[in-house]
């Protein structure tokens, strides 16, 4: 386990790969939990790699695998459960994302239960996915000895808030912590993303830059693929803010290529609206036009409220696609643009456009920007 995983860190995936090869033909006879050891540390180790493919043939090996120890105490099986529901989320299969990590035996664990109430959010069951978060904090609370623990409960709490468009709290804790003095390795670095995703969120570049290049040396060190892709993502969008659009080019460009080995999506459909309209005018590599589109895909299924849903203050609330509209007319996209970005017709659009208005009172696209932005509902550009 820890060899296998050290050559892999090491840039060595082959070697850990033939260190694997080894255990499993030690071990091939005994089917029992020396077995079960070598199969999760393939899929662990593949993980990392980002070869989320074979992340998951990993892991059902290790589950059919007949193990001798009983369920409830097997910790192969429960981290290799989380790992295939990993998979199954960054491929925007959210029912078998929330049916693994909903397991009995992967529910005990804070680490899980942040990850369902991520795919329960991300289904748009928003009430469902509040209690789960509630439920982690709490098990985090009472299990955490470490204040390595507790910076990852309360990441991963400013992440949620951030998802269900409650911006302010996440500010809060991401202008509060200091993730920079944690050791740069797995749930650190996670908690390292977490903060940086929220401050160019808010728009505070001079913030986030340096954190995101440390992120980046730290991750390319030790060869953490997985989290280079979104590293690198959250990197496009802060050149995007900056209004550098080819230095937010070149690293979706990195990400691209990194991510489509495994056929992440989900990494790109979190960052929400501004990864979208990115997306929408990035100049594809050759090679990644089928994994691009599929990115594209989802996204045009993916509602506003799964990428950062806004509270309103309306009698009669936008809808989601009225939000779609509205947040494209403040950036000053003609109605054909809108139309092209949402896949329907002009017509369409300037139905959408005169609800808005109605629901606003105003009487044109500068004013319902203005009010939307006086109301909360779109963030001062």
Request: one cysteine or more.
């Amino acid at each position: 386990l820890y060899l296998s995983q050290s050559r892999q860190l090491a840039g060595d995936l082959a070697g850990a790969d033939a260190v694997l090869d080894r255990g499993l033909a030690e071990f091939a006879s005994s089917r029992g939990h020396p077995l079960c050891t070598v199969l999760f540390a393939r899929t662990l180790v593949h993980y990392l790699e980002g070869s989320l493919v074979r992340v998951r043939q990993a892991a059902l090996r290790t589950l059919a695998c007949d193990s001798r120890l009983p369920p409830g105490v097997d910790p192969w099986r429960m981290q290799v459960r989380r790992l295939l529901g990993l998979v199954h989320y960054q491929w925007n299969e959210l029912d078998a994302a929330v049916e693994a990590f909903d397991h009995p035996d992967v529910r005990r664990y804070p680490e899980s239960m942040f990850h369902l109430a991520r795919a329960l959010l991300a289904q748009g069951k928003e009430s469902e996915a509040e209690t789960v978060m509630a439920r982690a904090l709490e098990l985090g609370e009472r299990e955490s000895s470490s204040s390595m623990a507790a910076m990852y409960g309360r990441a991963n709490e400013a992440l949620f808030a951030l998802r269900q468009g409650r911006l302010d709290p996440a500010l809060r804790w991401a202008e509060g912590a200091d993730t920079e003095s944690l050791r740069p390795f797995h749930s650190a670095i996670t908690c390292s993303i977490i903060r940086a995703r929220i401050l160019v969120e808010a728009r505070r570049v001079e913030s986030a830059a340096p954190i995101l290049a440390r992120l980046d040396r730290a991750a390319a060190k030790v060869n953490l693929r997985r989290q280079r892709v979104e590293i690198l993502a959250i990197r496009a969008l802060l050149h995007a803010a900056e209004g550098d659009e080819e230095g937010a080019f070149a690293a979706l460009r990195d990400s691209i290529g990194m991510g489509a080995n495994g056929r992440f999506l989900r990494v790109y459909l979190d960052l929400g609206e501004e990864m979208r309209s990115l997306l929408a005018r990035f100049p594809v590599p050759a090679g990644f036009e089928e994994y691009v589109a599929a990115i594209r895909s989802a996204f045009a299924k993916e509602p506003v409220r799964a990428a950062g849903r806004v509270r309103q203050d309306l009698p009669d609330p936008l809808t989601e696609r009225e939000l779609e509209v509205l947040k494209r007319m403040a950036q000053r996209l003609s109605n054909k643009e809108i139309a092209g970005e949402l896949h329907v017709s002009v017509a369409t659009v300037k139905s959408h456009a005169l609800a808005i208005y109605g629901k606003l009172h105003v009487h044109s696209r500068r004013e319902a920007v203005e009010r939307a932005t006086s109301l909360g509902i779109l963030r001062p550009s």
